[in-house]
C-alpha cells in the first residue's frame, strides 16, 4: 500500500517554544492530508484536514492559530505547534488518501512532550 | 454520520481465528467500511476494505451481510503479534473527506 512518513518521530521542547512535524506521502500525491490527535488510552480525534495550495480545515474546538497547517505541495503537509503547553503534549499522526480507492494511510505518529 | 459499535476487548490464544464484529446501522449507500490496526505508539495501519459480501487479502477476512448494517473482521490462527487495537471505520467528518475513528477493539492474544 502507499506510505506516509513523518518527521521527526519525537521531539521533546521547553514550555512557550514552536514545533514543526512534517508529513510526506512517499509514492503518491495527496492534494488532501489529514492531521490527528491522540491521546494515552485513547482514540484518534481529528484535528484538520490539510488542503493543497489552499487554507486548512480545522475540526470544532481545534485552535487554528495554535496549529499551524501548511501543504505547499502535493506530497508535504506540516503541522506547527505553536507556543507549546505541557497540555499540547501528545501522540499526532498524519493521514493521506492514495490508491486504490483513495484508501486513508497514516504515519508513524510524532511524539511530542512539552516540557 | 455513520457510527460504529464494536466490543471494547476481546481475549484469544495462539493459532484461533479470532471473529470482531462492528455494527453499522446507518451506514450510508457510498460507505466503505475499512479496519484498521494499530500498536501502541504507532499509526494505525490499513488491513482490509470492502462494500459488501466477502473480501480477503493475506491477512484478514472482511465479512459483510447484504444489509451492510454490521461486518465482521476475520483474523485467521493469531499470534502474540496480533495483540493490538482494531478499529472498524466507516464514519466521516462533515466534509466526507476523513475517517473519524470511534474506541475500537483491543485484542490481546496470550500463548
Known amino acids: 500500500g502507499a506510505v506516509v512518513s513523518q518527521h521527526p518521530s519525537r521531539v521533546i521542547c521547553k514550555s512557550g517554544t514552536s514545533v514543526k512535524i512534517e508529513c510526506r506521502s512517499l509514492?503518491?500525491?495527496?492534494?488532501?492530508m489529514f492531521w490527528y490527535r491522540q491521546f494515552p488510552k485513547q482514540s484518534l480525534m481529528l484535528m484538520a484536514t490539510s488542503n493543497e495550495g489552499s487554507k486548512a480545515t480545522y475540526e470544532q474546538g481545534v485552535e487554528k492559530d495554535k496549529f499551524l497547517i501548511n501543504h505547499a505541495s502535493l506530497t508535504l503537509s506540516t503541522l506547527t505547534v505553536t507556543s507549546a503547553h505541557p497540555e499540547d503534549s501528545s501522540f499526532y499522526i498524519c493521514?493521506?488518501?492514495?490508491?486504490?480507492?483513495?484508501?486513508?494511510?497514516f504515519g508513524p505518529g510524532t511524539r511530542l512532550l512539552v516540557l | 454520520l455513520a457510527k460504529t459499535t464494536q466490543p471494547i476487548s476481546m481475549d484469544s490464544y495462539e493459532g484461533q481465528e479470532v471473529n470482531i464484529t462492528c455494527s453499522h446501522n446507518n451506514i450510508a449507500t457510498n460507505d466503505y467500511i475499512t479496519w484498521y490496526q494499530q500498536f501502541p505508539s504507532q499509526g494505525p495501519r490499513f488491513i482490509i476494505q470492502g462494500y459488501k459480501t466477502k473480501v480477503t487479502n493475506e491477512v484478514a477476512s472482511l465479512f459483510i451481510p447484504a444489509d451492510r448494517k454490521s461486518s465482521t473482521l476475520s483474523l485467521p490462527r493469531v499470534s502474540l503479534s496480533d495483540t493490538a487495537v482494531y478499529y472498524c471505520?466507516?464514519?466521516?467528518?462533515?466534509?466526507?473527506?476523513?475517517?473519524?475513528f470511534g474506541k475500537g477493539t483491543t485484542l490481546s492474544v496470550s500463548s
Open positions: 493521514s493521506a488518501r492514495g490508491p486504490p480507492r483513495e484508501t486513508q494511510y
Open positions: 509514492d503518491f500525491q495527496a492534494t488532501t
Open positions: 471505520l466507516v464514519a466521516v467528518n462533515q466534509a466526507g473527506t476523513a475517517l473519524i
